[in-house]
C-alpha cells in the first residue's frame, strides 16, 4: 500500500509532489532545501545554517512516518558548489551515526530557490 507522509514540521510540498511516500518497508523522502517550515522561507544565505535546516526538515518527515535517522539507508546531497562540500560533509555528519547511509554527492547547476543544498533521502524500516 503506497501512503503519503505529511507534517506541518517540514515544508510544504510546493509542487505536485509528497514530503514523502511510504511503502511499508521503504519509506521515500522529496528533496529537502532549507525552508523554514513555519514561515516557508529560506532561512539563511548561510551554507551552515541551510545545512542544518535541511537535516531538521528531513528529521521532521522521517518522523512523522515512525523512523528516525538511523533509518536512512541512502541520501543523495546536491550543492549548488562543490566548495561547500567539507562544510556540508560536517553538518550532515553530526545528524548521523555509523554505519552511516549510502550516499552520492552531486554539484549542480541551480536548485529550487537558488539555495545552496538539497537533500533526498531513502529510509527503511527493518526488524533487524
Known amino acids: 500500500m503506497v501512503k503519503a507522509i505529511s507534517t506541518n514540521n517540514a515544508p510544504e510540498a ?3 509532489y509528497s514530503q514523502a511516500i511510504d ?3 521503504i519509506v521515500f523522502v522529496s528533496g529537502q532545501i532549507p525552508l523554514n517550515p513555519s514561515t516557508m522561507e529560506i532561512v539563511s544565505d548561510d551554507v551552515s545554517e541551510q545545512t542544518t ?3 531538521k526538515n528531513v528529521g521532521a ?3 512523522e512516518a515512525g523512523l528516525n535517522y538511523a533509518h536512512i539507508a541512502k541520501a ?3 550543492l549548488a558548489s562543490m566548495e561547500d562540500f567539507q562544510t556540508v560533509n560536517e553538518i550532515y555528519a553530526s545528524f548521523l551515526q555509523e554505519p552511516y547511509p549510502a550516499r552520492a554527492a552531486i554539484e549542480v547547476s541551480r536548485l529550487p530557490k ?3 543544498i538539497e537533500v533526498e533521502v531513502v529510509a527503511h524500516r527493518s526488524d533487524a
Open 14 to 16: 510546493i509542487g505536485p
Open 23 to 25: 511503502l511499508g518497508q
Open 53 to 55: 535546516q535541511v537535516m
Open 61 to 63: 518527515i522521517l518522523e
Open 76 to 78: 543523495n546531497i546536491y
Open 114 to 116: 537558488d539555495v545552496k
